[in-house]
């Protein structure tokens, strides 16, 4: 499971919605066409906002690297907000975080998102 197939579980099993992402995702190889080709499927799943609440898509980009592709969920639990997502990288698989520690595991936010 990626991080993608989380969010579309987590959408279904605890807010009743049918979110499908494509089953190949853009990935096209230079920098540049890929942040225009995750910009333009973005903009057919949902819309940037300033104010997360849960269950909103939050955007993530790994440490290193030039563009976003990585997804996980918010929450605001325990008074903080968060993000349940998983890696391959991150060790026993999925996790939840809270925002303000993302950088100490080397992610970055890039936006939240609102489902269309």
């Known amino acids: 499971m990626d991080c993608a197939d989380l969010v579309m579980l987590v ?3 605890l807010f009743g919605r049918e979110v499908v992402f494509a089953g190949k995702r ?3 190889l230079a920098d540049a066409d890929q942040d225009a080709a995750l910009a333009a499927y973005t903009a057919e799943l949902a ?3 300033d104010a997360p609440r849960d269950g909103d898509v ?3 980009r790994e440490g290193g690297k030039t563009m976003a592709g990585h997804v996980g969920t918010y929450f605001f ?3 903080a907000p968060q ?3 998983t890696a391959a990288w991150m060790q026993g698989g999925s996790s939840l975080h809270k ?3 993302l950088p100490g595991i080397g992610l970055t936010v ?3 998102y609102r489902w269309n």
Request: charged residues 25%.
């Open 11 to 13: 959408q279904r099993e």
């Open 26 to 28: 853009p990935r096209p």
């Open 47 to 49: 819309h940037q906002v």
């Open 58 to 60: 939050v955007l993530m």
């Open 77 to 79: 639990l325990d008074y």
């Open 83 to 85: 993000v349940l997502h």
């Open 99 to 101: 925002i303000k520690d």
């Open 110 to 112: 890039v936006g939240y």
